[in-house]
């Protein structure tokens, strides 16, 4: 994804606009592997292969997930690692 | 069987599905529109897209509207959606130049209020998990000044005798047109008919749409079996 999409991204839950980004893999523009961080419920969308998946929480695969903040767990903020929505990476190590 | 449409509880069923044939659904649907689903998404297209327009292809499967639509008007810039992994893969492969992807679901949309000139919806509307919620999360993203909704559809004919017969066409001839176009795989269309018998009938998805939207264009073709309407917010 690019940055500009921030600017209509929202969190698919409460609708909390704009998220907060962080980046973990780029290529010139585009955003490869980062997390969208909503302020408001705390939780997090993955974005993986440039896609954000903002998939509601009954939709959302814990394994994969966790694997991914697994690979990037040095650049994860720490409330994503202690008390990340929907899933906590650190009760699963 | 008559509802007001949404797959609910056979929802992640069909959507695991369409996983499954992700690849040849385009060719195939091809097949099972008779090769009426790319004139009736033009259709679509000239009646609701404009140059310019900042477009939500809601449901865009392997990209195959946001194509046609890129191709008429290079300048718009496409968000194609979709819950499906798959199917993004795809879309991004055949879309490249003014677009974003983004995984998610009608009922959830994560876009800000006010965000599309247009939401376009293209043989997907149909598998929404909940349709009357879908509709009203789209309404909400549409911009205030001008926001329409496009949708390409099957239709469900109101005579009962036409809707008999289009509900043997997608329980029989499309398992079996499927089958002769891509193999064994072609069985797992049968599911499609699961689709279908979901839909709400041609006049109640038209009330629907008029109960949430002010001005709207319903046409049908076929016999009613598709539906072409633009719904302006």
């Known amino acids: 994804m690019k940055h500009r999409l921030l600017k209509i991204l929202a969190c698919p839950i409460d609708k909390h606009h704009p998220l907060e980004l962080k980046e973990f893999e780029t290529d010139k523009e585009e955003i490869l592997s980062g997390l969208l961080l909503c302020s408001e419920c705390g ?19 814990e394994k994969r997930e966790l694997e991914f903040l697994k690979v990037w767990r040095d650049k994860l903020p720490p409330e994503v690692v202690d008390d990340g929505r929907p899933f906590k990476l650190k009760s699963s190590e | 069987m008559h509802s007001n449409g949404g797959l609910k509880d056979e929802w992640e069923r069909i959507l695991g ?36 327009n900042i477009i939500l292809d809601a449901g865009c499967g392997p990209g195959v ?24 893969r ?14 998610g679901i009608f009922e959830k949309l994560p876009f800000s209020d006010n965000s599309f000139d247009a939401v376009m919806c293209g043989y997907s509307i149909r598998d929404a998990r909940d349709l009357d919620v879908a ?41 079996l047109l499927a089958i002769i176009r891509v ?11 699961r689709t279908y018998l979901r839909h709400p009938t041609n006049a109640t998805f038209r009330s629907m749409l008029q109960s949430l939207f002010p001005l709207v264009d319903f ?7 598709s539906v072409i309407a633009v719904a302006h917010k």
């Open chain 2, 135 to 175: 509709l009203k999360e789209i309404r909400r993203v549409l911009k205030n000044e001008g926001g329409r909704l496009v949708i390409v559809e099957l239709g469900k004919p109101d005579n009962s005798l036409l809707r008999r017969g289009v509900e043997s066409y997608w329980r029989f001839a499309v398992p």
């Open chain 2, 17 to 52: 599905v369409l996983s499954q044939i992700a690849d040849v659904y385009d060719k195939v649907n091809r097949v099972i529109s008779l090769w009426q689903d790319t004139a009736y998404r033009q259709l679509g297209i000239r009646n609701g897209i404009s140059n310019g």
């Open chain 2, 219 to 225: 046409q049908t073709r076929t016999l009613g079996a």
């Open chain 2, 65 to 88: 509207m946001s194509e046609l639509v890129l191709s008429r008007f290079p300048e718009n810039s496409i968000v194609l959606f979709d819950p499906i992994m798959i199917m993004l």
């Open chain 1, 43 to 61: 939780r997090f969308y993955p974005i993986m292969e440039g896609i954000p998946s903002m998939l509601p929480d009954d939709l959302r695969t």
């Open chain 2, 183 to 193: 193999g064994k795989r072609g069985i797992l269309f049968s599911a499609l008919y």
């Open chain 2, 90 to 103: 795809a879309a991004k492969i055949r879309v490249s130049k003014n677009s974003a992807f983004v995984s």
